[in-house]
């Protein structure tokens, strides 16, 4: 809502009617097709060139060659669908999954029980799967989420914080909950055993942040936890109870599973791994998009990668010299297998994708096959450019080294990293294309304090985002932001569908989220929801409503906007898979000073699109 359009149809403007440029020599390049006939409709002058990267890298391999056939949008998917079927590639998804998702370091690592907390919330305490009775896990701590996946993923049936089977409260103490209380049976009859998991590192103590929660020092915590520890082990003494333990010394060295399998064996306890096929789909059941959204960090690293032009080779011998076994292990198990299998696809129907037409259209410029000379060349959403298409600009600018490039561009909603974009190609322009000079735009029309603030701040938390300070003319209006709680997925549609009503019918509505599949919660509560290619769309009371993700919205605007999911999840905000930190070595800088700096800017763009009011 700051004019950015306006400004390109004022320079294309400026320049045939002020300086007689040519229209012939003018090339403006856009990130749709949309974009691109929108701009050369409301610019009016015949003989301008409107296109796509993608549009011209096209035209330009039809001319000198024949015309390329570029892959279906679905072929990836597909493809993907075909590749889980491999046992020794659905094995390392699983682990992935199970074991590498979340980020959260050894607890001897925090120096702080406000970050260890804060890590916690950001990766979640739910366990991928239920006890033996199907009950949905929350666990304490990260290395107790662990031994729930183990346990579950090797066939031992157990109960969470399952009330210990003697009665032990006092006046003082409540009834003792051991961690775990396993389940299992020796010649038809049933036996428990119970496990503990101790936060006491390799130095023999708690970690230095422990009671910093309840005011207590150091010393006194890691006093009264060994004091607990003693307890129970007292307690399973005297009522002869059988009691096995690990800690997070095992964790911080590797050893808790050979240690934990061992103490299981002690006591004859039936272990049976699970084949990986079975546990991908008990997670999928639960969570039946997590495949996709691995397909898209999958797709992401190889935009990524075959827009910097370099090898998985050169990315895992990177992650090699650097000791990162977490990336090395996703880049050489997941990302190659299926690298390779997608480029084989690709031969063998004879086609490309889009970054491949962009790479072979460089070439053909650089080569001198394909001449293009244009003067002027005027470049809209430059925050969402790339390795390839900065390499495919600067070929076509070659043959005509004094041409000039516009670029205009919000690096505030800079939100594709996963098809290939760099900020550093942004933040850092002079540096690749000379000398500049830098104009910023700092109005906007769309909305008002004091949702302007709220989401400047927000986003400049990232010291690597350009500072601007954003304002609005129109005294006369307010825009405001507000958060509402939620527990089930139909509280949220039926809270949503509410506040919808009560908005007038003259005003305009949009409905966002992270993923498009969050939608379907209409659905299931009785709404009318039509699904049609891409456009999704809910009926409430007779009120068409449009869905959009995020990415879908950017560029649009409402009066008001509902924003679901900004949930602590995998799928919420930030997304834990989009961003995921292997796809840093495939980046120009690391330009996140912020954790989460491109989940940052999707929030960003869902929190800017309403004139009114975002909830």
């Not at 890298?57 to 079927?85: G, H």
């Not at 119970?194 to 970690?207: F, M």
């Not at 003693?230 to 010394?249: D, F, N, P, Q, V």
């Not at 605007?557 to 961003?579: H, Q, R, T, W």
Request: proline share 2%.
């Amino acid at each position: 809502g700051s004019g950015k359009t306006s400004t390109i149809q004022g320079k294309v403007r400026y320049l045939i009617d002020m300086r007689h440029i040519d229209p012939d020599d003018i090339l403006l390049i856009t990130y749709t097709r949309k974009a691109a006939g929108e701009l050369c409709q409301r610019i009016g002058y015949s003989g301008l060139t409107s296109s796509t990267f993608h549009g011209l890298a096209y035209n330009i391999i039809s001319q000198v060659d024949k015309a390329p056939t570029i892959a279906e949008a679905d072929f990836a998917l597909n493809l993907f669908y075909e590749k889980i079927k491999e046992h020794k590639f659905i094995e390392a998804i699983t682990f992935y999954l199970v074991n590498l998702l979340s980020r959260i370091k050894d607890p001897d690592k925090y120096v702080s029980e406000r970050e260890y907390l804060a890590d916690r919330r950001k990766y979640g305490t739910q366990a991928y799967f239920p006890d033996m009775d199907g009950k949905v896990i929350f666990t304490r701590s990260e290395e107790e989420r662990k031994i729930c996946h183990f346990l579950s993923t090797h066939s031992i049936k157990f109960r969470y914080e399952e009330r210990y089977q003697f009665d032990t409260a006092t006046s003082q103490f409540r009834q003792y909950k051991p961690d775990f209380t396993i389940y299992y049976q020796v010649n038809g009859a049933w036996r428990k055993l119970y496990l503990e998991h101790y936060a006491i590192g390799k130095s023999g103590n708690v970690p230095k942040w422990f009671g910093q929660g309840n005011g207590d020092t150091w010393a006194q915590a890691d006093k009264k936890y060994k004091e607990g520890i003693m307890w129970k082990r007292k307690t399973h003494r005297e009522h002869g109870t059988a009691l096995i333990e690990t800690t997070s010394a095992m964790f911080s060295d590797g050893t808790w599973q050979q240690e934990l399998l061992k103490q299981l064996n002690a006591y004859g306890v039936p272990v049976e791994e699970k084949p990986a096929e079975q546990v991908f789909q008990e997670i999928v059941q639960r969570d039946k998009h997590k495949e996709k959204v691995v397909l898209e960090l999958v797709m992401a690293f190889i935009n990524l990668l075959k827009a910097n032009c370099k090898t998985i080779e050169q990315v895992a011998d990177t992650a090699s010299k650097v000791n990162d076994g977490r990336n090395l292990f996703i880049i050489e198990n997941i990302v190659k297998p299926f690298y390779e299998t997608y480029q084989a696809a690709l031969a063998k129907r004879g086609e490309m994708d889009f970054t491949d037409a962009i790479l072979q259209a460089t070439d053909l410029c650089n080569s001198g096959q394909y001449l293009l000379k244009y003067k002027y060349i005027i470049v809209d959403e430059f925050q969402d450019i790339s390795f390839d298409r900065y390499r495919f600009l600067m070929s076509l600018r070659s043959q005509n080294p004094l041409g000039k490039i516009f670029a205009v561009g919000d690096d505030w909603q800079s939100i594709y990293r996963f098809s290939g974009s760099d900020m550093g190609l942004f933040s850092d322009f002079a540096k690749y294309f000379g000398f500049t000079t830098l104009c910023k735009i700092e109005s906007t029309y769309r909305f008002a304090q004091p949702a302007i603030g709220i989401s400047s701040a927000f986003i400049q938390k990232n010291k690597s985002q350009v500072k601007k300070n954003v304002k609005s003319p129109r005294k006369d209006m307010a825009t405001t932001i507000a958060f509402e709680g939620y527990s089930e997925d139909n509280d949220l549609a039926e809270a949503v569908a509410g506040k919808i009503r009560a908005i007038p019918l003259d005003k305009t509505v949009y409905i966002l989220s992270r993923y498009a599949f969050d939608f379907t919660i209409f659905r299931n509560v009785g709404y009318g929801y039509r699904e049609v290619e891409r456009n999704i769309d809910v009926t409430i009371d007779n009120r068409k409503v449009r869905c959009l993700t995020v990415h879908q919205a950017k560029g649009l605007e409402a009066d008001y906007v509902f924003l679901l999911k900004c949930d602590n999840d995998i799928y919420g905000f930030p997304s834990m898979i989009s961003d995921d930190p292997v796809l840093e070595y495939l980046l120009s800088q690391q330009e996140e000073s912020v954790e989460f700096a491109e989940e940052r800017r999707v929030f960003y763009v869902a929190i800017t699109r309403a004139k009114i009011n975002t909830t």
